[in-house]
T-cell receptor, first 114, second 113 residues
Framework: DAGVIQSPRHEVTEMGQEVTLRCKPI?????LFWYRQTMMRGLELLIY????????DSGMPEDRFSAKMPNASFSTLKIQPSEPRDSAVYFC????????????FGQGTRLTVV | AQSVTQLGSHVSVSEGALVLLRCNYS??????LFWYVQYPNQGLQLLLK??????LVKGINGFEAEFKKSETSFHLTKPSAHMSDAAEYFC???????????FGSGTRLSIRP
């Protein structure tokens, strides 16, 4: 397996624009996580899914953020409208749902909102 | 709810010296514990994980961690630091395979020649 795949790797957008980040988890993994990493706040869990169903979205900062998982092999994180304070690295990770399963991370998307 | 606290946002050691990165956890049930490493501009990768099979866990690149329930700690060590160990290290906790994984704030490890 190629691991967790995120796209794009870098995104620069203007304030007010819609941004969509994409993730393909490892095949067979039951759980998918979206994290945001910033210098000030570290690594924050935004939302996670189990079998394509959102389980906990309490970390989503506000209504401008939304996430979907239409099938087991694809998820999106959308920000609309984007603001400069959304600038961060966004990571997607996936995990099996049994045993002491670790999360496998993608390479991240570095988002810059100007 | 579970949480982890990493003491020291930045640790600097000389090449060849002992590395000790501290992690304390809080959990109402027996936790799953992990250490991850992040190199610049990369995602996180697993160093090691605690499975309850043994309190001393060996990971990749010569790192190991010891689970101490009485101290609620899971500190990461390496006997002899190498320049390539310079990175950010994260401790993480989960209460089951079905729950979220919560990360500490990270410790940046620098290695002096």
């Amino acid at each position: 397996d190629a691991g967790v795949i995120q796209s794009p790797r870098h995104e620069v957008t203007e304030m007010g624009q819609e941004v969509t980040l994409r993730c393909k988890p490892i095949s067979g993994h039951d759980y998918l996580f979206w994290y945001r990493q910033t210098m000030m706040r570290g690594l924050e869990l935004l939302i996670y899914f189990n079998n394509n169903v959102p389980i906990d979205d309490s970390g989503m900062p506000e209504d401008r953020f939304s996430a979907k998982m239409p099938n087991a092999s694809f998820s999106t994180l959308k920000i609309q409208p984007s603001e400069p304070r959304d600038s961060a690295v966004y990571f997607c990770a996936s995990r099996e749902g049994r045993g002491v399963a670790e999360a496998f991370f993608g390479q991240g998307t570095r988002l810059t909102v100007v | 709810a579970q949480s982890v606290t990493q003491l020291g946002s930045h640790v600097s050691v000389s090449e060849g010296a002992l590395v000790l990165l501290r992690c304390n956890y809080s959990s109402s049930v027996p936790p799953y514990l992990f250490w991850y490493v992040q190199y610049p501009n990369q995602g996180l990768q697993l160093l090691l994980k605690y499975t309850s099979a043994a309190t001393l866990v060996k990971g990749i690149n010569g790192f190991e961690a010891e689970f101490k329930k009485s101290e609620t700690s899971f500190h990461l060590t390496k006997p002899s630091a190498h320049m390539s160990d310079a990175a950010e290290y994260f401790c993480a906790v989960s209460v089951s395979s079905a729950s979220k994984i919560i990360f500490g704030s990270g410790t940046r490890l620098s290695i002096r020649p």
